[in-house]
């Protein structure tokens, strides 16, 4: 009878660990993906996905990027700059922007644009 019990609990907490490690999984993956379709949303296909304009691609600007990895700021401050363009290479998209849309944008392709 114990024993029984004994079992019973372990089943319970194996299915509820299964259980979390799928939440935080489907969790992470919506996450990334919410990011792809915030580039999407926003037009950032049209130049940095397979396309035959001249932008880097997705994994070039994750390359790029990468050093920023772990830098709380990072995303934010990067974000700006690409709303703020440079000289002679001002995007209509990156303009369009607001910071928080950047920012997040900016937090993918540092986390590698997947
Ligand atoms: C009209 C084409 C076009 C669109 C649309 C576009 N980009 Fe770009 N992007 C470029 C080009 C060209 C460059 C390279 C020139 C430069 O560095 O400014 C670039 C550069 C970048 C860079 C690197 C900037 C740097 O100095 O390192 C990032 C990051 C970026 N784009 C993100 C985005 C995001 C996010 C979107 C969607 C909001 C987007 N781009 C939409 C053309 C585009």
Known sequence: MRSDLYI???GLSVTKI???AFAVLALTANIANA???LAVRNGCMGCHADTEYDAPTWPELAAKYQRYQGQADAAS???NQLRQGKL???IKAHRKLSQNNATDLMQWIIDGAN
């Open 35 to 37: 990011n792809r379709q």
């Open 18 to 20: 299964y259980a979390l």
């Open 88 to 90: 002679f290479k001002n």
């Open 8 to 10: 019973l609990v372990i």
């Open 77 to 79: 401050i990067q974000g």
